[in-house]
């Protein structure tokens, strides 16, 4: 794994149900946006810190999110991929928390 900081704290007060609804409505809302998405999302990238504050960040900066799509201008030209970025690294995010309580809960096992 390389190198980050997690900065969601407030995945980690989730109860596991509401970890999971939260995961299954962000997968339906990525699945209705590339549905209706005329651009297609090619690359999606979170960076070492993670939140999505700074997704957005990286997105803006056109470091991530769509790439050559639209190269730094994505506050200006909210098309659909980077909505679609967005939604991604916080599907991204429930998973790393679901698989950190996994890992928590077979160590205490043991």
């Given amino acids: ?48 810190l993670r939140h999505p504050w700074f997704y957005r960040m990286l997105s803006v900066a056109g470091l991530s999110g769509g790439g050559g799509l639209y190269l730094g201008l994505g506050p200006f030209i909210r098309h659909d991929a980077y909505g679609q970025h967005l939604t991604l690294c916080e599907i991204k995010d429930l998973t790393d928390e679901m698989e950190r309580r996994m890992e928590h809960r077979k160590c205490a096992r043991t």
């Avoid at 149900?17 to 699945?31: K, M, S």
């Fill in 1 to 48: 794994m390389r190198f980050s900081i997690n900065l969601r704290g407030d995945l980690a007060k989730l109860t596991d149900v509401e970890l999971a609804d939260r995961l299954q409505a962000a997968w339906a809302a990525y699945d209705a946006a590339d549905r209706s998405n005329r651009f297609k999302l090619w690359y999606s990238r979170r960076g070492p």
